[in-house]
């Protein structure tokens, strides 16, 4: 109830909601933000918050449209391109996959490891969208290499909107649904779903996800911003 501004920075070509997303995604790691919108991936310091600047800036191959990844030294846009930021005032590019299919596009990406792994979606029949997971190996960022894809079946052909990897395990939203994979194996990933979320409760740091066919699904929530992975029991559904 007492929220109060207390700093930002002006961008030359300031991001704007892309591809139905509401705002531009965005990132934190240490003293620095990362913004992406309009094409662009911004960096921005904010060691001083009432004094934010921005540092450095990458152009797009192409257009963005869904949230990156902040790996070590690596930035992975949904452009498809593996960005260096190593010296933040100057992002470059040292690697680049974009998955088969002119009208594909990556919504979302995540990364673990040497592994990247993009929600992507590709058109299909009369105005449907087919959403998968592609896993890249990035190891030698030269050549990216695509190891493993898997379809994920969402309602009404919506294709899937985000991707998130916490531990072992990869959580993907798609329209009433969520997909957990088992990554145990990146290069072999197991399905632990889907899931038809029905209902959720919640008790201390434990969330129970009543998953229709699914089963239950047991979430340890004790940092909200990062749920993870605690256990699950199949049934005949509820």
Not at 42 to 51: A, C, E, G
Not at 117 to 127: I, K, Q, T
Request: with cysteine; proline share 6%; glycine share 14%.
């Amino acid at each position: 109830n007492n929220l109060r501004r207390i700093g930002g920075t002006e961008l030359d070509d300031p991001p704007r909601a892309l591809g139905g997303l509401d705002e531009a995604p965005v990132a934190v790691s240490g003293n620095f933000a990362f913004v992406t919108g309009a094409g662009t991936f911004h960096v921005i310091d904010i060691s001083v918050p009432s004094n934010s600047q921005s540092v450095g800036r990458h152009e797009a191959c192409c257009g963005m449209r869904g949230k990156f990844a902040i790996s070590g030294n690596l930035a992975i846009l949904s452009s498809g391109e593996f960005v260096e930021i190593s010296d933040l005032g100057r992002p470059r590019v040292v690697g680049s996959y974009w998955p088969d299919g002119l009208r594909a596009s990556i919504r979302s990406v995540a990364a673990s490891g040497n592994f990247a792994y993009l929600a992507v979606n590709r058109p299909f029949g009369e105005g449907g969208t087919a959403g998968s997971v592609e896993v890249i190996d990035f190891s030698n960022l030269a050549n990216p290499q695509l190891v493993a894809a898997v379809p994920i079946d969402a309602t009404h052909g919506s294709g899937v909107f985000d991707i998130s990897v916490s531990g072992n395990h990869a959580f993907i939203a798609a329209e009433g649904i969520l997909q957990i994979l088992d990554l145990s194996d990146p290069r072999n990933p197991r399905r632990l779903g889907p899931i038809s979320i029905q209902d959720v409760a919640v008790r201390g740091k434990h969330a129970y996800v009543a998953g229709g066919q699914g089963g239950l699904v047991v979430l340890d929530v004790s940092n909200p911003a990062n749920p993870r992975w605690a256990g699950g029991l199949p049934t005949d559904g509820f």
